[in-house]
């Protein structure tokens, strides 16, 4: 018991400004610069979130064969093409339906009979804008069913944008 009344006199008879030196080690330093980073990480103002822009609104509309004309992606412009009298906006498609693609002649056009026909010739085109839309006289089961073919992969892919009416009926 004399220890320890020895040792207690001892602490109690020491200088207060040792019994601090005793806390400000280079570990206890390292340990408060970590603690003061993390709290700086966790309550620092973030960032204001950015969300990507939409885009915009496309307005169903009504076409003729030489309104569509202009939709043919040159300058910018969107690529849209027609399949049945349904216009659709095949943009997102621009390496194959627009200019340099392997469709680009049907781009602002309508391309029921070429598609109909697997054929990219000039002829498969409608060569009078201000006439009547093509009837597709003259196509065998294996035409529809190619057509058939194309339609469902642009109504899974592409948005229709509107209808290809006649200039008459505009």
């Not at 390292?30 to 700086?40: E, G, S």
């Not at 822009?53 to 569509?68: D, G, M, N, S």
């Not at 009298?85 to 309508?110: C, I, M, Q």
């Amino acid at each position: 018991m004399d220890f320890v009344n020895h040792r207690v006199a001892q602490e109690a008879a020491k200088d207060p400004s040792e019994v601090y030196t005793g806390l400000v080690t280079p570990l206890n330093i390292i340990l408060l610069l970590i603690t003061l980073y993390t709290t700086y990480l966790l309550y620092k103002p973030s960032p204001p979130v950015s969300f990507p822009r939409e885009p915009p609104a496309i307005v169903f509309k009504t076409f003729t064969p030489r309104t569509l004309l202009h939709f043919n992606g040159e300058n910018g412009k969107p690529v849209y093409l027609a399949v049945r009298g349904r216009v659709f906006d095949v943009t997102s498609g621009r390496n194959f339906y627009g200019p340099g693609g392997p469709y680009e002649n049907f781009a602002g056009r309508d391309a029921t009979r070429g598609l109909a026909y697997h054929s990219f010739d000039e002829e498969m085109l409608t060569k009078d804008l201000d006439g009547p839309l093509d009837k597709l006289e003259g196509f065998g089961p294996e035409e529809w069913e190619s057509l058939q073919g194309w339609e469902e992969r642009f109504n899974s892919k592409y948005m229709v944008v509107g209808k290809l009416v006649a200039a008459a009926d505009a």
